[in-house]
Structures are given as structure tokens and as C-alpha cells.
């Protein structure tokens, strides 16, 4: 069965960075493209960054773009998203999603972020 799991959410000031990881068993996340979503309370799930299977190749939302990093470490097949200035708006949880070669989405379960003061 798969499972994709995130970690590393919590509580952070304003201007603070976490790092969030996502990693899955059952799956392999190398050569898949590999996204992050938030959800914020009251709001619908957004896409904020992307890292594509093939090429390595970014996306990043532009709300974002400039203090998020996405990145791949293909030995631990893990898939990790460096949040710096992080704003009180960037409160959410944050899920990673996963594409399957036969299309198949397959979701972790989320990691709550929240930034206060």
C-alpha cells in the first residue's frame, strides 16, 4: 500500500523558515513529479510548487516564488520544501501528492504550518 508522509510542520514566528519533507513507502518518489498543496482554514487546496520527475525541473506559485525551495535527495527518496520569511498567510497545512506512471494521485495526509507572533 502506499503512503506518503509529511513531516516537519509546527509553529514559527514570522520571518522564520521550517522544512518540510515528504517521503513514501510503498512508492518511489524518483523520476515522479512531485507537488506540494496547501490548505489554508476556509480557503480551497492551492498547488504552491512542483518538481518534475524527468528533468528536475521547478514551479513555484508567485506568492511563494523567492522563499520556497523545492527539492529532490534521490538517495533518500525523499522530497523536501525549504520555507523561509514565512508569513503569517502562509499558515496552512501542507500536503505533498505524488503521480503514479499509470496517472494514479496519491496524497499524504498534511503537516500543519502556522506563523504567529
Known amino acids: 500500500q502506499v503512503q506518503l508522509v509529511e513531516s516537519g510542520g509546527g509553529l514559527v514566528q514570522p520571518g522564520g523558515s521550517l522544512r518540510l519533507s515528504c517521503a513514501a513507502s510503498?512508492?518511489?518518489?524518483?523520476?515522479?513529479?512531485i507537488s506540494w498543496f496547501r490548505q489554508a482554514p476556509g480557503k480551497e487546496r492551492e498547488g504552491i510548487s512542483c518538481?518534475?520527475?524527468?528533468?528536475?525541473?521547478?514551479y513555484y506559485i508567485d506568492s511563494v516564488k523567492g522563499r520556497f525551495t523545492i527539492s529532490r535527495n534521490t538517495a533518500e527518496d525523499t522530497v523536501y520544501l525549504q520555507m523561509d520569511s514565512l508569513k503569517p498567510e502562509d499558515t496552512a497545512v501542507y500536503s505533498c501528492?505524488?503521480?503514479?506512471?499509470?496517472?494514479?494521485?496519491?496524497w499524504g495526509q498534511g503537516t500543519q504550518v502556522t506563523v504567529s507572533s
Open positions: 501528492s505524488a503521480i503514479s506512471d499509470s496517472g494514479h494521485p496519491y
Open positions: 510503498g512508492f518511489s518518489l524518483d523520476y515522479h513529479d
Open positions: 518538481i518534475g520527475g524527468s528533468d528536475g525541473s521547478t
